[in-house]
Antibody
């Protein structure tokens, strides 16, 4: 069974650092991109960025570039999301999700389907003085 | 800043049919945006329903279908069940599926 299991809830003060994790099992973890998604209290989903654990190639949404760091350790099947200095506005639930890519041929061309399929259970981060 | 727009709320009767849409501020939504749809119920993680416009995951109920409609991505629920009451989010990919943008979500009420 494909699973993503995230680390537990965190309560931090403004200015503190934090690293949360997302551990994959049941599939070839290094071979699939992992995305991170934020959900602020009572709000919608926001795409933060994505990483390929096989070579740690990370891409960020412009809104989150420079605000967080996404990393991965392919040897322990784990992706990370970290902050160097938390703000109250970082209070949210953070989800990781696996991105799938399916190849198919249409005539002489190669095509792909993309999707986020399996999601972690979410990590609640509360930042308060 | 790319904006993805969904209907804020929709209401449907049990057994009815409803279509949710997803528009891009950049223009027409095509298959190259690989539209994804997710369902989220209160207190739960999102659950994937549709990927790349119309492909279903193994767990997706048959009453959910995805398509392109009038320049937008669309999610149609046919024979709506009470348990379909939830928030629904679309996701569009930009820049070769490395950058995604979620819509604001549609709150679906079954009444």
């Amino acid at each position: 069974e494909v699973q993503l299991v995230q680390s537990g809830a965190e309560v931090k003060k403004p200015g503190e650092s934090l690293k949360i994790s997302c551990k994959g099992s049941g599939y070839n973890f290094p071979g699939y991109w992992i995305g991170w998604v934020r959900q602020m209290p009572g709000k919608g989903l926001e795409w933060m960025g994505i990483i390929y654990p096989g070579d740690s190639d990370a891409r960020y949404s412009p809104s989150f570039e420079g605000q967080v760091t996404i990393s991965a350790d392919k040897f322990i099947n784990t992706a990370y999301l970290q902050w160097s200095s938390l703000k109250a506005s970082d209070t949210a639930i953070y989800y990781c999700a696996r991105r799938i890519r399916e190849h198919y041929s249409r005539g002489w061309t190669h095509q792909y389907n993309y999707g986020l399929d399996v999601w972690g259970q979410g990590t609640t981060v509360t930042v308060s003085s | 800043q790319t904006v993805v727009t969904q209907e804020p709320s929709l209401t449907v009767s049990p057994g009815g049919t409803v279509t949710l849409t997803c528009a891009s501020s950049t223009g027409e939504v095509t298959s190259g945006f690989y539209p994804n749809w997710f369902q989220q119920k209160p207190g739960q993680a999102p659950r994937a329903l549709i990927y790349s416009t119309s492909n279903k995951h193994p767990w997706t109920p048959a009453r959910f279908s995805g398509s392109l409609l009038g320049g937008k991505a669309a999610l149609t629920l046919s024979g709506v069940q009470p348990e379909d009451e939830a928030e629904y989010y679309c996701l569009l990919y930009y820049g070769g599926a490395q950058l995604g943008v979620f819509g604001g979500g549609t709150k679906l009420t079954v009444l």
